[in-house]
Structure formats: C-alpha cells, structure tokens
C-alpha cells in the first residue's frame, strides 16, 4: 500500500538538505534563477501532494541542475535519485529504470562506487525491476545484483550496526521475494532478520511484523497458503496485541495478507482476510476514506479472479469513485479502470468499456516510444486448418486504433507459414481494446499499430 504523506516528508527532508548543502560553481544566472524556480515549485507541490505536477517540476530541476552544476555534483546526484523515486510512484518504471540507472552512475561519481549515500539508490533500483518483472521488462540478475549490493555497502560501512542490516535485509528480501520465489537464499535471509529483531525486541514486538510478511510471502505456495497462513497470522495477532485500540493498523496487516494469498497462491483463503481488512476501514474510517477504496479494490479483483462480474463490477466502481478523486492513487486509478475494462467486454458491454478506456487515456498519455499495449486482449485460437502443420508462424497485423480504443482498418502486413494464421490473427485483433490517443485533451485515432501473432503447436 502507498503512504504519501510520509513518502513526502522523506523526499523533501532529502531535498531541504541538500538545498542547503549545494555551492554551484559561479553558474548563469539566468539559469539558476530558473533552477531555483522550478526546485521552489517543486517543493511547494510536494507540500499539497500533487504528485504528478511535482514530477514534472522535479524533472526541470534535475536537467537544469546537470546542466549548471554538472554530474559530478550532489545536487545532481540527490535530484537524480528523486526524479527516479517519483517516476516509480506514479507508475512510470520504464522510464524510472532509466534515470535510477543514470543516478547510480551520478552517485557513484559523486560520492564513490561504494558509498553509503548509493544504498538507497539501489534499493529504489531494486524495487523497479521487481515491478519490471512484472510485466516481463525487467531483469531479475540485475535487481538481485542490485540488492545485494546495497547489503555489502551497509555491512563495509556499518558493520556492527545489526538493526540497521536487518532492516535492511528485510527490504532486500521483501522485493528478491517477488521476482524469485522459488530463491531458498530469500527465507535465509530473512530468517536471520527475524532472530535479530527477536533477540533484540523481544519474541511478541511489532518489529516483527514487516519480516514475518515477508516471510509468509517466502513461504507461498499455488493454491496452499497454510504456512504462508501461519505468517500473516503471526503477524496480525501481534499488531492486536501491541495495538488493541488501533482496528486501522490491523485492517492494513488484514489487506496486505489478502492481496499477498490471491497473488502469489491464487487461494480462495485470501477472500476471509479482504473482507475483514474492508469492514475495519469501513468502520474505522468510513466509506469515502482512501483506505476503506483500497480494500474495495482488492475485493473487487479477488472477486474478478474468481469470476464473480458482478460482485467484482460492484466492489471496483465504489473504489474508483473515492480513488479518482486524488491524483496521488493515479496507479490504483488506473488499475480500477482496466479491470472494469475486461471485466465489461467479457461481458459484452464494449459501451460501458469505452468509459474507461477514455478515462485511462486522460490518466495515461501516450509517449513517442511508447510500446502500445491492449487494454483488453483475446489470444488466437489454433486454426484446426493448420492442425497438421508442425512448423508454426507468425503474422504481424497492421491496424487503426480509433477515438474508441476499437481496432480499425486491421490488414495482414507480413507473415509466415500456413495461410489460416492470418485468418486467426485476424478475428482475434478485431476484439482488441485499447486506451486512445489524446491530443489537446481529445481522443484521436493513431493508424499504424502493429502486432505479431506467433503460432506454435
């Protein structure tokens, strides 16, 4: 879950510092007064929680700073490093991948290649290629070198700091966990930070809780989550006891229990924890509440995972109407969107589908390299035409997307192999969903997209 408040507080504690901390070699100007305009109205945005403006804000800052004080500067490499950390919050990980990369290079420069002040450069790192892997972009070598690497720096600098490295290797875990799960080193690992915390807390301390999660999520296993069970619940009776008056903290152990059951053991078990951590907010918070929108998200998705439309329709509406209303939820926004998306073409309500399909393409603009995705997307069936041929193909389709998200125009622009590929690639683009294009604030139609079926038996 996103805590913004003190995600903010973080960012420009880092950015105050260093505000102070920067000595510009005799720059322009010129140039600088525009630095210290667009750190100023940075700042300011961080303040009132207008994540994406502050992004833009915090990107002018960054360029301007390289561009004056050079790559070999703090404030370069500070900026760097928080360009990179709001593109992640906002949903942005390609991109963010980029710049967290640049900014290791920048820190490494600046402060040396094993310095304290790349730790939390790596872990940021670390953390987008986990959600990179996700959506098979990113590299799992590269986020556990990541990783570790932050360890070693932490142990070389503080070695007899056991806390600090526990915490530490907790985080390293908790993002190792999601992108290698089958990775015995992970329950060693955090295994070692729980002896620490108990050893130095005490067997019933909420320190705890954070690595025993991490632990049931080690312990997942598809469609048997009795360990990963025996964690979570380890951990909520915990929170209850230090906390007895606090139903709030409870309802998030609650959520994040569910969400991690339906998502790395696709058990119905999760639905028990969703309901209870909904009904705590609900009761605690009321309905509006950003909190009480969250849980009925997860509702709605562990309803969806079970084929349940209409519970599924009903739980996600009720999130979106609190959830759009805050810029700063833009990726659970979005997420509510697309799954209304499937869940009313499944249901051939392709009108009601457009809605949000409109309202993605508000949200998210296109980028000049961006690499369209559908919205909404059938697989071809195997042509039984081409039942006996044993080599496959390919077909790569050319198409319109137009002010709807509905494919236009759609016509075989290359292909191989048996001539029914081309019929099957065919229908199955025709039922393709897409967020349109907007230019000045409208839907227009972008020709030209391309697709490659491959056929394989």
């Known amino acids: 879950m996103e805590h913004p408040r003190l995600f903010i507080f973080f960012v420009l504690l880092v950015l105050n510092a260093l505000c102070y901390a920067a000595e510009p070699p005799a720059p322009d100007n010129e140039k600088l007064q525009a630095f210290n305009a667009s750190y100023a109205e940075f700042e300011d945005l961080l303040k009132t929680e207008r994540i994406e403006q502050a992004l833009q804000k915090c990107r002018e ?86 990783l570790h690497r932050a360890l070693n720096i932490h142990k070389k600098h503080n070695p007899d700091d056991r806390i600090g490295y526990a915490d530490l290797n907790t985080r390293v875990a908790s993002q190792l966990v999601k992108t290698r799960p089958d990775d015995t080193e992970v329950p060693r690992m955090l295994d070692e930070s729980l002896a620490i915390y108990e050893e130095e807390y005490g067997s019933n301390a909420i320190q705890l809780v954070p690595v025993l999660m991490a632990l049931g999520d080690a312990n997942a296993k598809p469609f048997n989550p009795s360990k990963q069970k025996s964690f979570y619940n380890k951990a909520l009776e915990i929170t209850k006891d230090n906390f007895p008056d606090d139903p709030v903290r409870y309802a998030d152990i609650s ?111 296109w980028t000049p390299d961006q690499d369209v995705q559908p919205a909404f997307r059938v697989n071809p069936m195997f042509p039984s035409d081409a039942f006996w041929d044993v080599k496959g193909g390919w077909t790569i389709i050319d198409f ?58």
């Open 255 to 365: 959520l994040e229990s569910g969400q991690h059951i339906l998502w790395f053991s696709k058990s119905v078990d999760a639905k028990s924890y969703l309901i209870k951590a909904h009904s705590g907010y609900e009761k605690a918070l009321g309905k509006d509440n950003h909190k009480t929108a969250l849980s009925a998200l997860a509702l709605g998705e562990y309803y969806f995972a079970t084929q349940d439309h209409k519970n599924s329709e009903q739980y996600t509406l009720s999130a979106l109407n609190t959830l759009s209303s805050n810029p700063n939820y833009r990726n659970y926004t979005l997420r509510a969107h697309g799954l209304l998306v499937v869940i009313y073409e499944r249901g051939y309500k392709p009108d009601l589908a457009t809605e949000h399909l409109l309202a993605i393409g508000k949200i998210a603009p």
């Open 61 to 146: 800052a960054f360029e301007l700073a390289r561009e004056i004080f050079g790559e070999s500067h703090k404030t370069t490499a500070e900026l760097s490093y928080n360009y990179g950390l709001l593109l992640n919050k906002v949903g942005y990980y390609p991109l963010a991948k980029d710049i967290l990369t640049e900014a290791i290079a920048i820190h490494e420069k600046v402060y040396g290649t094993e310095a304290f002040e790349l730790i939390p450069v790596l872990e940021q790192f670390g953390e987008t290629l986990a959600f990179l892997n996700h959506k098979d972009g990113g590299d799992s070598a590269a986020q556990s070198s990541a």
């Open 400 to 457: 319109t997307i137009d002010q709807t998200g509905r494919v236009q125009d759609a016509v075989v622009e290359n292909h191989e192999g048996h001539l029914a590929y081309q019929k099957a690639a065919l229908k199955a683009v025709k039922k393709f969903r897409y967020a349109p294009r907007f230019v000045d604030g409208k839907p227009v139609s972008t020709p030209h997209i391309k697709i490659k079926f491959t056929f394989e038996k």
